[in-house]
């Protein structure tokens, strides 16, 4: 098959364009398509991982297999702090503000899970929003070191540990 | 402006051809998402609220623990040409997404623009230190610190559960991306690179062209990033994704000592034609410009051609591409005058740096 563009090259790419029902079918080479960039997604910059991502929301979103779910819950939630609906979060697959992920946090377990294979955070915690979670997760990090300086049998430093253990469980203490 | 001084201009430290492992990774990049908490995110953010984005992180810049780790700039993308706009996406400076798409987008960049921070993105910022060669350490290290002071200065958006919370809930938790860019002629020739690569990404790892989300690779040259931000911590995804470039490292050496030992002379001819063609074309496209290259870098590092550096092929790369061509022409070209006007550079900075490393190295 020829290119319908050029006339000359084998076309090798296909495309099938579909507007308001109207089907519209492309035959292009390589470099024709190329030429036509924008049109098709994949060259468009318009198509991004948001649009795979748009498909995954939505898959989530809806309701289950069991068939005695309420109406498409999606519709109707809302997030109250910035008014992004759930439908247009699931169609661009961007939040609109920090409160998003309280407003919609029961639909967003299964999406982390699934993009992530987790649902918890564990890395960096910045230290002025972090407060009293960067002094746990301190602890925690502190505790560690000590087993470790017990096994082996470094008393000194595991003694040092221990008390900046009890210096930031007395911060975590007081009011 | 001459070449030599419009080349002078161009290059970020990145395209340095130096560094760790610099055979094969040309560069390293790590990139930490982050919003501020009081405002809403860029996707529905007002003008004012976006300024303010700008304003708190001027404030910051000012600052001393700012300006003790480099010299800083400020652009705000109003202000530049969409060609400059274009430049510093093919620079890796900028996203295409803050070039193209973003409303009252600003960039802060480092004076050997090893960093720059992105405002109003599709984040409020986005940190991005990009090193030459194989140092992700070292430019997690760096975004690290940058992150540091910045907190300081502004509410970061962040939760217990979450971590940093982002637009995209491909970001949230660390918010880190971490990457890097990797040459890969022999496993592409040695047809390896498939399983490799599909290999990759069933360990959460993802590969892209260099540009990116959505392109191809072109060049043999592959991006491969961390996909998880969620769960793991940003030094296990550093290491994650560093032993496994260690080990892709590896097998491109192999690779290329195989190809050597069992096909030298063959190999010696497909690079030194590509060599001959950079050399003596008049036209070209800058996907053929772009295998010609790569074949040109692999002569290079394998010691096959002498009287060129990687430095070379590197800056290459990037000033080959339509926005670079064009700023140094001064005027828009048609594709068709690109392709004359890429084969037209590319000749001339072959011929100097060529005549310029006999006469020095004799």
């Given at each position: 098959m020829i290119c319908q563009e050029c006339g000359q090259k084998p076309a090798t790419l296909h495309f099938t364009k579909i507007v308001n029902g109207e089907?519209?079918?492309?035959?292009?080479?390589?470099?024709?398509?190329?030429?036509?960039?924008?049109?098709?997604?994949?060259?468009?910059?318009?198509?991004?991982?948001?649009?795979?991502?748009?498909?995954?929301?939505?898959?989530?979103?809806?309701?289950s297999v069991t068939g005695s779910d309420p109406p498409p819950a999606e519709t109707v939630a809302r997030c109250e702090t910035c008014g992004l609906t759930y439908a247009q979060f699931s169609k661009s697959g961007r939040f609109g503000c920090v409160d998003c992920y309280q407003q919609f946090a029961q639909r967003l377990g299964p999406i982390f899970r699934r993009i992530h294979g987790n649902m918890q955070h564990s890395g960096k915690v910045p230290r002025r929003a972090g407060g009293v979670i960067r002094i746990r997760k301190e602890i925690n990090d502190l505790k560690r070191q000590l087993q470790q300086s017990i096994e082996s049998e470094e008393f000194e430093q595991a003694a040092a540990i221990r008390d900046?253990?009890?210096?930031?469980e007395k911060q975590l203490a007081s009011p | 402006m001459s070449l030599q001084r419009f080349i002078q201009q161009a290059v970020s430290e990145?395209?340095?051809?130096?560094?760790?492992?610099?055979?094969?990774?040309?560069?390293s990049r790590v990139r930490l998402a982050r919003n501020l908490r009081q405002i809403p995110f860029p996707l529905l953010s007002t003008e004012s609220q976006a300024k303010e984005v700008i304003e708190l992180v001027s404030k910051a810049m000012e600052s001393e623990d700012f300006s003790s780790l480099d010299h800083f700039e400020q652009l705000t993308l109003n202000n530049l040409s969409g060609l400059e706009k274009r430049v510093l996406v093919e620079k890796h400076l900028i996203s295409p997404h803050l070039a193209n798409e973003s409303r009252h987008g600003a960039v802060i960049l480092s004076e050997n623009e090893s960093v720059s921070i992105m405002i109003n993105e599709e984040d409020h910022l986005r940190i991005q230190c990009l090193y030459p060669g194989f140092q992700l350490h070292e430019a997690w290290s760096m975004a690290n610190k940058i992150d540091d002071v910045l907190e300081q200065y502004v509410d970061y958006a962040f939760d217990e559960r979450h971590g940093y919370l982002?637009?995209?809930?491909?970001?949230?938790?660390?918010?880190?991306?971490?990457?890097?860019?990797?040459?890969?002629?022999?496993?592409?020739?040695?047809?390896?690179?498939?399983?490799?690569?599909?290999?990759?990404?069933?360990?959460?790892?993802?590969?892209?062209?260099?540009?990116?989300?959505?392109?191809?690779?072109?060049?043999?040259?592959?991006?491969?990033?961390?996909q998880i931000t969620l769960g793991h911590s940003e030094e296990e995804i550093i290491s994650n994704l560093y032993s496994v470039t260690k080990q892709i490292i590896e097998h491109e050496r192999a690779a290329r000592r195989t190809l050597l030992e069992s096909n030298r002379i063959r190999i010696e001819d497909k690079l030194c034609r590509s060599y001959g063609i950079l050399f003596n074309a008049r036209v070209i496209e800058s996907k053929e410009a772009a295998k010609r290259l790569s074949d040109l870098r692999l002569a290079i590092d394998t010691g096959m051609i002498t009287d060129l550096n990687s430095k070379t092929i590197n800056e290459l790369m990037v000033l080959i591409q339509p926005g670079f061509l064009q700023m140094y022409s001064g005027k828009d070209l048609t594709p068709a005058q690109r392709d004359v006007r890429r084969a037209e550079l590319i000749r001339e900075r072959l011929q100097t740096v060529a005549n310029d490393l006999n006469e020095n190295g004799g």
């Open positions: 089907k519209t079918e492309f035959r292009l080479c390589e470099s024709c398509a190329g030429e036509k960039g924008d049109m098709f997604a994949g060259a468009s910059p318009n198509f991004s991982i948001h649009h795979l991502l748009s498909g995954l929301l939505k898959f989530d979103a809806a309701p900046q253990i009890k210096d930031l | 990145w395209m340095s051809g130096e560094g760790p492992d610099s055979d094969i990774v040309f560069s982002t637009s995209c809930p491909t970001n949230v938790g660390t918010g880190i991306r971490a990457s890097v860019m990797m040459h890969l002629p022999a496993l592409v020739l040695t047809q390896q690179i498939n399983r490799i690569l599909s290999a990759i990404s069933q360990i959460g790892l993802v590969v892209r062209g260099i540009y990116g989300e959505g392109s191809e690779a072109s060049g043999n040259l592959f991006q491969i990033s961390n």
